[in-house]
């Protein structure tokens, strides 16, 4: 009895979690054209490619933002004060 008491606990806390956390999921396809991105300061954006990818910061933006590229192609961003749009 126990047992189930800590899975329905878990499954709880899973839907009021993961819920909040699912709203915060983009998806979209790229056509070949620049996606808008928003970077929140001071909230980390983790952003999903579905292979390898390169990326060209410009200095004055790499300056103000921690960005972090794996090679799986997911970026880890966050800016740190706010820049102008880029392309």
């Given at each position: 009895?126990?047992?189930?008491?800590?899975i329905a606990l878990?499954?709880?806390?899973?839907?009021?979690?993961?819920?909040?956390?699912?709203?915060?999921?983009?998806?979209?396809?790229?056509?070949?054209?620049?996606?808008?991105?928003?970077?929140?300061?001071?909230?980390?954006?983790?952003?999903?490619?579905?292979g390898e990818i390169?990326?060209?910061?410009?200095?004055?933006?790499?300056?103000?933002?921690?960005?972090?590229?794996?090679?799986?192609?997911?970026?880890?961003?966050?800016?740190?004060?706010?820049?102008?749009?880029?392309?």
């Amino acid at each position: 009895m126990r047992e189930v008491k800590k899975i329905a606990l878990f499954s709880v806390l899973m839907f009021v979690f993961g819920s909040a956390y699912a709203e915060n999921i983009e998806h979209r396809v790229w056509k070949k054209t620049p996606l808008d991105i928003s970077l929140p300061v001071g909230k980390e954006r983790i952003i999903s490619f579905p292979g390898e990818i390169s990326l060209d910061v410009p200095s004055d933006v790499r300056d103000v933002s921690r960005i972090q590229l794996r090679s799986d192609g997911t970026i880890y961003w966050k800016a740190g004060a706010e820049f102008d749009s880029r392309r």
